[in-house]
């Protein structure tokens, strides 16, 4: 196992109508900026439980972060908080509007652009303090130090990690689910499982507590997935809450060696085709699992046994990618750019090229994905 230095301060408030206890942890004199996206939290009776929950404190509100959220956006917020001088980011919603917050916490404390945080031109190390509120189990935004932001005028997508914007708190309340439509439901679910093999499908360091728990959150995940059409049950979606949360809010990647090649790859499929970010994974992992098959090989029979179940055969590893694969398919996932009608033969040279000006040069746990390998991926993900 490699040395680490675990630290992870996110509280978390878990349950069906767990929203009103923000009221005990927003400190009482905060002026509070509530954050959310295209407005579900109206239609889901989140948005007037917040409102009841904040009714002793002054608090202003931003809505319309988008998905994939966009720093053109985020920088008309900073400017509210400036203006308005809050002192607490509340942020409503999936790990867009979670993200965003992030950068507008820190955005808020810094006088020069915003993008110099994106571009580590400028290092956080203070933030305004930031609560979520998780609509949308995915990311684990909601309790880990990481934001993605992207800029529409030239296409980018970039994160920043900070330990300054680890939110306070962050309530995971399934009611919050009910209105998801059942494309961010699959979505959530793959993101979920993709973030867990990220920090799992690597090689063995012998971390058996890490490998036990990666193993028993792909296990739910995948029971989830076939499950599928149990989504509105509430333990179902207490499970789907949690397991998302843990799969990346930290403990599972400790002393482990991290791969994230797919979703720097799929980044780019974002910026450049706006393809929603979980189904830019499916159809990057793979490709990128087959290409790369003779380093993941160990990790990838481990999952086989473990996961899938599948009998120890000389042919374990390819098998593993198939049930993989076969897993994403049966929830509708894209797995081939031909899913997302994607066909011109020069899309894996123009996304390479995004990759090399965004310095993605020497990707995966070994860093041996180079642009070339990123090209043969992309390549593979074509057919
Ligand atoms: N911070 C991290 O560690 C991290 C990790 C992985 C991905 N990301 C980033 O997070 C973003 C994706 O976040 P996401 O997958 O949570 O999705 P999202 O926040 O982008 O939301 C997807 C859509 O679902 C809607 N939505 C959210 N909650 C809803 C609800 N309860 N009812 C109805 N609609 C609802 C949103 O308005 C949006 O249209 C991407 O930008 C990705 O790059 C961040």
């Known amino acids: 196992m490699m040395k680490f230095s675990y630290y992870n301060p996110t509280r978390i408030q878990f349950g069906a109508n767990t929203i009103a206890s923000i009221a005990t942890l927003i400190p009482k004199e905060s002026k509070v ?40 956006t985020l920088d008309k917020a900073v400017a509210v908080a400036k203006e308005k001088k809050i002192d607490f980011i509340l942020a409503v919603g999936g790990g867009s509007v979670i993200d965003g917050s992030k950068y507008i916490a ?20 203070k933030a305004l303090p930031l609560g979520a509120i998780l609509t949308l189990p995915a990311t684990a935004s909601e309790s880990n130090p990481t934001a993605v932001i992207s800029r529409k005028s030239t296409q980018t997508k970039l994160a920043f990690s900070s330990s300054a914007v680890y939110p306070k708190f962050a309530v995971l309340d399934p009611s919050a689910m009910v209105t998801l439509p059942e494309r961010q439901i699959a979505n959530g679910l793959v993101d979920s499982f993709i973030h867990t093999c990220e920090q799992y499908l690597t090689y063995p360091v012998g971390a058996l507590v890490q490998d036990g728990y990666c193993e028993t959150l792909l296990r739910t995940l995948k029971h989830l997935i076939e499950r599928f059409n149990e989504h509105d049950d509430l333990l179902w979606q207490e499970n789907l809450m949690w397991a998302a949360n843990q799969g990346l809010s930290g403990l599972i990647g400790v002393g482990v ?119 043969k991926i992309l390549t593979k993900a074509m057919r």
């Not at 009714?55 to 319309?64: A, L, M, R, T």
């Not at 398919?329 to 994607?342: N, T």
């Open 33 to 72: 900026l509530v954050t959310y996206g295209g407005g579900s939290i109206k239609k889901n009776g989140i948005y007037d439980q917040v409102k009841d929950a904040l009714k002793d404190y002054e608090w202003h509100e931003f809505s319309g972060i988008e998905p994939n959220p966009l720093v053109e």
């Open 106 to 125: 820190a955005a808020a404390l810094y006088d020069g652009e915003g993008w110099d945080i994106l571009e580590k031109k400028h290092i956080v190390t």
């Open 257 to 375: 060696p991290q791969d994230w090649a797919t979703h720097r790859i799929g980044h780019e499929l974002t910026a450049m085709f706006g393809i929603d970010h979980a189904r830019t994974l499916t159809i990057v992992q793979p490709a990128l699992l087959r290409e790369m098959i003779s380093d993941k090989a160990a990790k990838l029979s481990q999952m086989g046994r473990n996961v899938f179940h599948l009998p120890q055969t000389s042919d374990i590893a390819e098998k593993t990618i198939d049930a993989i694969e076969a897993l994403y398919r049966s929830i509708g996932m894209p797995v081939r750019f031909s899913d997302c009608e994607i066909t011109d033969p020069e899309t894996p040279a123009k996304l390479v090229a995004a990759l090399k000006e965004h310095n993605m040069i020497a990707l995966g746990e070994k860093g041996n994905i180079t642009p070339e390998i990123s090209e």
